[in-house]
T-cell receptor
């Protein structure tokens, strides 16, 4: 089963609307990353969250980490067509003696003008 | 442009063959990470090298191997290719030595198609 579940799988919004993407882990989170990917291209790092309750913002994108729920949310305010793409969450899930980096399957965001 | 280069951009080959993917990190970055992205599995971390040494292994198959050379470029070798190996292969680089890093810069990827 997927260690990181993202929801929704896809999202279509009208320009100017707010939206939220969620990422839930089945394991304890030690670091949570958000990335954006244009189709067929490399990933662009957005932000990293490490502590429970931590919240970071980058332009109109805000991400929060809820350590207790093992969940992170990515919120986009007043969406623009430039926000369109695939948003991926990644997490550091440590196990004794090793570190493991896992990723969600992504949320495809379409922003209609 | 992230500063990470990958060659080739596209590769089409047949089952059973062997291919080599190449990655040049950003200037000054000592870490190289390899990832595989497919429709079925999503993005998966394969392996991490730091200054020539293997640091962490993810879901890398035994048929796959990698190395990082003294000039810090890295190669990912995929052998006995199967249809399921068709995917986008990304490399990323970072100045940091850990698996979990604040900033990894991703290359544009190599799209591998196995026929």
């Amino acid at each position: 089963s997927q260690e990181l579940e993202q929801s929704p799988q896809s999202l279509i919004v009208q320009e100017g609307k707010n939206l939220t993407i969620n990422c839930t882990s089945s394991k304890t989170l030690y670091g949570l990353y958000w990335y954006k990917q244009k189709y067929g291209e490399g990933l662009i790092f957005l932000m990293m969250l490490q502590k429970g309750g931590e919240e970071k913002s980058h332009e109109k994108i805000t991400a929060k980490l809820d350590e207790k729920k093992q969940q992170s949310s990515l919120h986009i305010t007043a969406s623009q067509p430039s926000h369109a793409g695939i948003y991926l969450c990644g997490a550091d899930i440590k196990r004794p003696g090793s570190e493991k980096l896992v990723f969600g399957k992504g949320t495809k965001l379409t922003v209609n003008p | 442009d992230s500063g990470v280069t990958q060659t080739p951009k596209h590769l089409i080959t047949a089952t059973g063959q062997r291919v080599t993917l190449r990655c040049s990190p950003r200037s000054g970055d000592l870490s190289v990470y390899w990832y595989q992205q497919s429709l079925d599995q999503g993005l998966q971390f394969l392996i991490h090298y730091y200054n020539g040494e293997e640091r962490a292994k993810g879901n890398i198959l035994e048929r796959f191997s990698a190395q990082q050379f003294p000039d810090l470029h890295s190669e990912l070798n995929l052998s006995s290719l199967e249809l399921g190996d068709s995917a986008l292969y990304f490399c990323a680089s970072s100045v940091y030595s850990g698996v979990s890093t604040d900033t990894q810069y991703f290359g544009p990827g190599t799209r591998l198609t196995v026929l």
